[in-house]
C-alpha cells in the first residue's frame, strides 16, 4: 500500500548540509498497524511529511498504493490528503466551534452538502464516544476529549490511512490509552493506522509492528516489537 523505495532526504543550507533520512526501505500493509519509534531528529517526521506530500525526497521514491507522490502537481496534494487523515500533539481545533462544527468544517471547507454533513458527523462522534458533547466547546472538554474530536475530524473523508504523530503527547496515562484504544479500534475497521510516538509503555503493550528510526536510517523493523532505542 505504503512504498519508500531508497529514500533520502538533505535539507541543504548554505554552509551545511544535514541528512533526515538515508536509504529508507519500507513497506506498510494495507489494514496494517505500525509504530514509528525513534528519538527526537531521528527522521519520523521527516519521513511522514514525505507521506502526505509535504516534503519531496532528495533521491528515491515514495509510493501511496499505485500513486508516486512525489511526482504529484501541488493541484493533486489535496485529493491525496484526504485519503490520508493526521492527527497531532496539540489537537488543532477551533477554539470558536463546537464539536460538531469542528468536525463538520473539514466537510464544508471541500464542498459537502449540508446533508451529507448532517448524516455523517453524528456517526462519528459517536465512533469517538463524544455524542453526547456535540454542542460543548474546546475549552470545555478535557485533553483526551479534544483528541478524540480531532481523529473525529481525520477520519471526515473516510481514509485509507491515519496517521498519528505523537496523538498523547499531551495527555496524562488514563486519557492516553483512550486515544490508543480509539485507534486500535479504527484500524480494526480497517484503516491502515501509523503511530509515531515516544511512549515506551504504549509500544510494549500493544505489541504492534514497530519500525525504529536512528539518525535517519531503519535500525529495527519487527513484526510485534519493543521500544528498543
Given at each position: 500500500?505504503?512504498?519508500?523505495?531508497?529514500?533520502?532526504?538533505?535539507?541543504?543550507?548554505?554552509?551545511?548540509?544535514?541528512?533526515?533520512?538515508?536509504?529508507i526501505n519500507l513497506e506498510i500493509k494495507e489494514r496494517?498497524?505500525?509504530?514509528?519509534?525513534?528519538?527526537?531528529?531521528?527522521?519520523?517526521?521527516?519521513?511522514?511529511?514525505?507521506?502526505?506530500?509535504?516534503?519531496?525526497?532528495?533521491?528515491?521514491?515514495?509510493?501511496?498504493?499505485?500513486?508516486?507522490?512525489?511526482?504529484?502537481?501541488?493541484?493533486?496534494?489535496?485529493?491525496?490528503?484526504?485519503?490520508?487523515?493526521?492527527?497531532?500533539?496539540d489537537f488543532k481545533l477551533l477554539p470558536k466551534k463546537?464539536?460538531?462544527?469542528?468536525?463538520?468544517?473539514?466537510?464544508?471547507?471541500?464542498?459537502?452538502?449540508?446533508?451529507?454533513?448532517?448524516?455523517?458527523?453524528?456517526?462519528?462522534?459517536?465512533?469517538?464516544?463524544?455524542?453526547?458533547?456535540?454542542?460543548?466547546?474546546?475549552?470545555?472538554?478535557?485533553?483526551?476529549?479534544?483528541?478524540?474530536?480531532?481523529?473525529?475530524?481525520?477520519?471526515?473523508?473516510?481514509?485509507?490511512?491515519?496517521?498519528?504523530?505523537?496523538?498523547?503527547?499531551?495527555?496524562?496515562?488514563?486519557?492516553?490509552?483512550?486515544?490508543?484504544?480509539?485507534?486500535?479500534?479504527?484500524?480494526?475497521?480497517?484503516?491502515?493506522?501509523?503511530?509515531?510516538?515516544?511512549?515506551?509503555?504504549?509500544?510494549?503493550?500493544?505489541?504492534?509492528?514497530?519500525?525504529?528510526?536512528?539518525?535517519?536510517?531503519?535500525?529495527?523493523?519487527?513484526?510485534?516489537?519493543?521500544?528498543?532505542?
Amino acid at each position: 500500500m505504503i512504498f519508500f523505495k531508497n529514500v533520502s532526504k538533505i535539507y541543504k543550507g548554505n554552509h551545511f548540509h544535514s541528512i533526515a533520512l538515508e536509504d529508507i526501505n519500507l513497506e506498510i500493509k494495507e489494514r496494517e498497524f505500525i509504530c514509528l519509534v525513534g528519538k527526537s531528529g531521528a527522521g519520523k517526521t521527516t519521513l511522514l511529511k514525505l507521506l502526505i506530500g509535504e516534503e519531496k525526497p532528495t533521491k528515491g521514491r515514495v509510493f501511496f498504493q499505485s500513486v508516486e507522490i512525489n511526482q504529484l502537481k501541488p493541484n493533486q496534494l489535496p485529493e491525496l490528503r484526504r485519503r490520508i487523515g493526521m492527527v497531532f500533539q496539540d489537537f488543532k481545533l477551533l477554539p470558536k466551534k463546537t464539536c460538531f462544527e469542528n468536525i463538520a468544517f473539514a466537510l464544508e471547507v471541500c464542498g459537502r452538502s449540508q446533508s451529507k454533513i448532517k448524516k455523517l458527523v453524528p456517526q462519528l462522534l459517536e465512533l469517538v464516544g463524544l455524542s453526547e458533547k456535540k454542542d460543548n466547546f474546546p475549552y470545555e472538554l478535557s485533553g483526551g476529549e479534544q483528541q478524540r474530536v480531532a481523529i473525529a475530524r481525520a477520519l471526515v473523508h473516510q481514509p485509507d490511512v491515519i496517521i498519528a504523530d505523537e496523538p498523547t503527547g499531551n495527555l496524562d496515562p488514563i486519557n492516553s490509552w483512550e486515544i490508543i484504544n480509539l485507534l486500535l479500534k479504527i484500524n480494526e475497521l480497517g484503516t491502515t493506522t501509523i503511530l509515531a510516538t515516544h511512549n515506551k509503555e504504549i509500544i510494549d503493550k500493544i505489541q504492534k509492528r514497530v519500525v525504529c528510526l536512528e539518525g535517519g536510517k531503519i535500525i529495527r523493523d519487527q513484526e510485534k516489537g519493543e521500544y528498543l532505542i
